[in-house]
């Protein structure tokens, strides 16, 4: 097996995008990393934060039968980490790109082979921020439609946006938007690769009844060190 391998590679309204893998020979191990321009979007190597996203996401949440949302595919280490628990009744992940779907449709992926045949998977390409904006719903059809999770990994931070769209939805105006979707007691995550934002965590206060920002971190084997990101959970009261 050659040590680089690019699995595929497209052009996209906010830029080439590109699935890679390749050999760290200082681990031993097959690294899959996702290019935006040339920005590193994700890498296999560290999908701790992404994977602790879902489980502190979920772990706010009471209840059985549990409908779920994830905003953002990309390596897919949040929606199969949602599907381990055994309340989640529907999972739909929201990817603005079809080929990052694509991916994951032809199995290009196999720390996570089997997330998109999940009969509990829907994978549904639109833009996230479009639809929590036009009060669209998560479910075709049917806006009126709430979940009891969104749980959202597709910018940097709320302040470092991969398109000036996203903006919008990190202010106030945004989060009280996203309300709209959310049940009784549901609960909003949301990844950030910088430290917790105080600014935004009085955002998310003031709009939810409850918002905390969890530190997370991980061993760095590339640096020898350690590196942390950021789940930020807010709460919608069980009498809205």
């Given at each position: 097996?050659?040590?680089?391998?690019?699995?595929?590679?497209?052009?996209?309204?906010?830029?080439p995008i590109?699935?890679r893998?390749?050999?760290?020979?200082?681990?031993?191990?097959?690294?899959?990393?996702?290019?935006?321009?040339?920005?590193?979007?994700?890498?296999?190597?560290?999908p701790?934060?992404?994977?602790?996203?879902?489980?502190?996401?979920?772990?706010?949440?009471?209840?059985?039968?549990?409908?779920?949302v994830?905003?953002?595919l990309?390596?897919?280490?949040?929606?199969?980490?949602?599907?381990?628990?055994?309340?989640?009744?529907?999972?739909?992940?929201?990817?603005?790109?079809?080929?990052?779907?694509?991916?994951?449709?032809?199995?290009?992926?196999?720390?996570?082979?089997?997330?998109?045949?999940?009969?509990?998977?829907?994978?549904?390409?639109?833009?996230?921020?479009?639809?929590?904006?036009?009060?669209?719903?998560?479910?075709?059809g049917?806006?009126?439609?709430?979940?009891?999770?969104?749980?959202?990994?597709?910018?940097?931070?709320?302040?470092h946006?991969?398109?000036?769209?996203?903006?919008?939805?990190?202010?106030?105006?945004?989060?009280?938007?996203?309300?709209?979707?959310?049940?009784?007691?549901?609960?909003?995550?949301?990844?950030s690769d910088?430290?917790?934002?105080?600014?935004?965590?009085?955002?998310?206060?003031?709009?939810?009844?409850?918002?905390?920002a969890?530190?997370?971190?991980?061993?760095?084997?590339?640096?020898?060190?350690?590196?942390?990101?950021?789940?930020?959970?807010?709460?919608?009261?069980?009498?809205?």
């Amino acid at each position: 097996m050659p040590l680089f391998e690019q699995l595929d590679a497209a052009s996209t309204p906010m830029g080439p995008i590109s699935l890679r893998r390749r050999r760290e020979l200082t681990l031993d191990v097959d690294v899959f990393e996702v290019k935006l321009g040339d920005e590193f979007l994700m890498s296999s190597l560290f999908p701790v934060a992404e994977i602790e996203l879902a489980r502190l996401g979920l772990g706010a949440v009471e209840g059985r039968r549990l409908d779920v949302v994830v905003g953002g595919l990309g390596l897919g280490y949040t929606a199969r980490t949602v599907l381990e628990d055994e309340r989640v009744a529907s999972l739909t992940v929201v990817e603005a790109l079809p080929q990052v779907v694509s991916w994951h449709e032809r199995q290009l992926l196999p720390e996570v082979a089997g997330l998109a045949s999940d009969p509990r998977t829907r994978l549904l390409t639109a833009d996230f921020f479009a639809l929590v904006r036009d009060a669209a719903g998560f479910a075709p059809g049917r806006p009126e439609d709430r979940v009891d999770a969104v749980l959202l990994d597709i910018d940097h931070t709320p302040r470092h946006v991969l398109h000036p769209s996203h903006a919008s939805f990190y202010a106030r105006d945004g989060l009280r938007q996203l309300l709209r979707s959310l049940r009784p007691g549901g609960v909003f995550a949301l990844w950030s690769d910088d430290p917790p934002d105080e600014p935004f965590l009085a955002d998310l206060r003031a709009v939810f009844d409850d918002a905390t920002a969890e530190v997370v971190d991980f061993p760095n084997p590339l640096i020898g060190g350690r590196s942390a990101n950021t789940v930020y959970v807010a709460r919608v009261g069980d009498g809205r």
